[in-house]
């Protein structure tokens, strides 16, 4: 029995009474960091070990409200305010520093958060007219260079202060730096229009907290589905938000009802033809709903089809974040079925594919557009797979479950062939195609 889904609801309602009542001291001029702040806050308490506790806590009986009122009362001692905490605008217009900034005044700006995202970005940037000033919040070879319609700058925290408030700075520094610096390149660069990946970092939230009292437009595009809805998908504040397809826009809207959700398309190089028929396992790190238990369970289904159906070529890709240790990549060692694909593109992946597996990747519902069968292993007690696989795929909760399905859908061509039709049916209902994908104005 574990309560991670329900946790995640939880945490929602404290995070947002948390940030309700220090709602002044989210200020920033004429915008908040509520949003910003809730992000930061939700990462830490993930990664800190309160989903654990909260776990161990609820499967003893301790009730939701307790947990609730005791992890409030952890974040408020932690980040409480001061008696001398103040949130003001500063009033200084001075951008002279930023001069150089001015050749690029009335671009597109395109944020991007980490190298793998360049990548990503290029096919929605390079097939188009559009300027683009590309800022990355990363270190690239150079500090400023040009590739085509696109210019990428790279970003540094200021020493000019143009944002006031001490708890921001105090408490949650780097939503306060990232304020300050973006405060001066909007200010700078009065973009035509911003544009943000994925949604669910604080930094795009703090970005398009900034645009949004210039009234600067703000577009986020889809990259994966987190299939669970937790606080960094809730409630974000970017104007317009372009979706893989028709489908999608309702599943982020039940969680986003002031985002102006629009069809644009899978941007993304596909699957034209299957060159094998690997089993691939998706592995991601062991957090959101998964933990080292689940994570395990995922390496065990691996290996056990490995040795049970060595016929089968098993094809492993690990997260981009979050790589296998030497000591569970050597229980791998003498299986000569098995192949490490963490390293090459996801379409070519895919092309060797024909059933993905994994516990909630965002890889399960791409694998629509890829023309594999998805199976699931959800080992979770209070949830499954959003949205439900039904006819396109195969979702168990338990190991030794997903031991007998998945070994019966490697040797049933005819559960195979139903399953491609359940594909063909989804897809163009999920999944929209286009060669060119036209920046969004």
Known sequence: MDYYREYLDTLDDILFEFVSQKERFMLLGKTSANKAVKNTLWSKLILDGTREYYNKCRKQGVSVSELKSEILLLLSQKYGIADD?????????????YDFLRQYKGTIVVFCMNARQIDLWIPIISQNDSSVL???????EKSIFADGNFTVLELSFLSDIYIHNSYLERCFTAVFEYANLFTMLINVLKPQQVMVMEGCHFETEILAAVCRPQSIETVCYQQGWPSVMHTRFRDMGYDRFITWGEEFNELWRRYNPAVKFETGCYPYSICKCKIGNAVTFFLQAPIIISDDDYFDQLLQLARYIAIQHSNVIVLIREHPEYRLSTEQKLKFEQMNNVEFVSDIPLYEVFERTLISVSIFSSTIIESLVHNSIPFVLDPTTDGCYYPLVDDWGVEVHSLESAKEKLAELIKDKTLQNKMFRGIEKWRPIYFT?????????
């Open 85 to 97: 905490d103040t949130a003001k605008l500063i009033h200084n217009d001075d951008f002279t520093n």
């Open 433 to 441: 195609q286009k060669s060119i994908v036209k920046i969004q104005q």
């Open 134 to 140: 590309m800022l990355c919040n990363f270190d690239t």
